[in-house]
């Protein structure tokens, strides 16, 4: 596996406001320090690939309205590799799109396609699992993706039955996908984390760019065929106009419907580097440094008091002190204060409209 043939496309065009009042439409949750480390979580996404991709081969596809703020929180992304949603259309569009664009400038590249907003913890196991799925996907007609190893019934992700019976003969952590599950119930849920065989869908997929055009073709032709109609128009100043208009005909589908519930070679690496989507203040809760009364608090100045289980976000204020609460949500941003029970969290989008 030669590493100039390594891409990472970064897929940034949510526009989640969960974490009001730091995260809005105008600038959502991957454009922001979430977790008071200096950094947003787009930033920490490319970083955490370490030397694996060369810079000039990241990709991030996102929203038109967000073309700047990338181009400025990742100044090495070359702006041509920046690529504009005109609409959402779920991610299907988004990666026959991006991958036509690189099967243009390379045939013969091996790519990882991540979201802009997850946190890792252990980095180092995570390069480990995605070079041994870059290796195996290099060298094979497979696409991997990464199931993540439950360990709570969790009904806000999606789970991967993997057949465990017996690994690939290539690579020893690689096993065969079984089936996708839709997100399920907390009794399913339960019964899926005694199971060895379920995982957690990360939304991370690997394949060589030869296998993802190919999958297109077979099971998405429509689209494949639109996307491929617009190669001369690829690095000219006519693509914008023609993905505009194209987009707004696409089917909205995401990945997985569109290609992976009918793909044969679909292989599951069980993984477990601390990974989360971080798609509510109570995974950003689990996630955090906590304290002997399981409080996490994310700011320069914050004094607890007889206060239990509570996320305390507060980077702008000068100092922050909170007595007798248990279960809440404390957070500030740019003169606006969310105090929420973590338990009403569903509610905080009709709170603040």
């Given at each position: 596996?030669e590493k100039q043939n390594n ?230 100043e006519q693509e914008q106009e ?112």
């Amino acid at each position: 596996m030669e590493k100039q043939n390594n891409h990472l496309v970064i897929m940034a065009g949510g526009v989640g406001s969960r974490f009001w009042p730091m995260s809005s439409e105008q600038r959502p949750k991957q454009f922001i320090d979430i977790l008071g480390c200096g950094k947003t979580l787009i930033q920490l996404t490319v970083e955490r690939f370490g030397d694996l991709v060369p810079k000039s081969n990241v990709w991030v596809v996102t929203s038109a309205a967000y073309a700047d703020i990338v181009a400025e929180q990742l100044p090495d992304v070359p702006r041509e590799n920046i690529l504009l949603e005109p609409c959402r259309r779920n991610t299907a569009p988004c990666v026959c799109y991006v991958s036509w664009k690189i099967k243009k400038r390379n045939p013969r590249a091996n790519v990882v396609v991540a979201p802009s907003d997850h946190i890792v913890t252990d980095e180092t196991t995570f390069r480990k699992t995605i070079k041994e799925a870059l290796e195996f996907t290099s060298e094979t007609d497979a696409i991997v993706t990464l199931g993540m190893k439950p360990s709570r019934p969790e009904t806000g992700y999606g789970y991967i039955k993997a057949d465990l019976s017996y690994p690939s003969s290539r690579k020893r952590n690689l096993y065969r996908v079984d089936s996708f599950k839709e997100k399920p119930s907390l009794d399913v849920a339960t019964q899926y984390v005694q199971q060895p065989n379920y995982l957690w869908n990360s939304g991370i997929f690997v394949w060589s760019i030869r296998t993802i055009i190919n999958a297109f073709r077979v099971y998405q032709p429509k689209m494949s065929r639109d996307f491929e109609k617009l190669l001369p128009l690829f690095d000219t100043e006519q693509e914008q106009e023609a993905i505009d208009k194209l987009y707004a005909t696409c089917e909205s589908i995401s990945v997985d419907y569109a290609i992976m519930e009918h793909a044969e070679e679909i292989f599951v690496y069980p993984a477990s580097f601390g990974w989360s989507d971080l798609g509510t203040w109570s995974s950003l809760l689990m996630q955090s440094p906590r304290d002997e009364h399981g409080n996490a608090a994310i700011g320069a100045d914050i004094r607890l008091f007889d206060t239990h289980n509570c996320i305390v976000h507060t980077t702008e204020a000068r100092q922050v002190v909170v007595q007798g609460l248990d279960g809440f949500i404390v957070a500030e941003q740019d003169g606006q204060l969310l105090i929420c029970k973590l338990s009403e969290e569903q509610r905080i989008k009709l709170f603040h409209d």
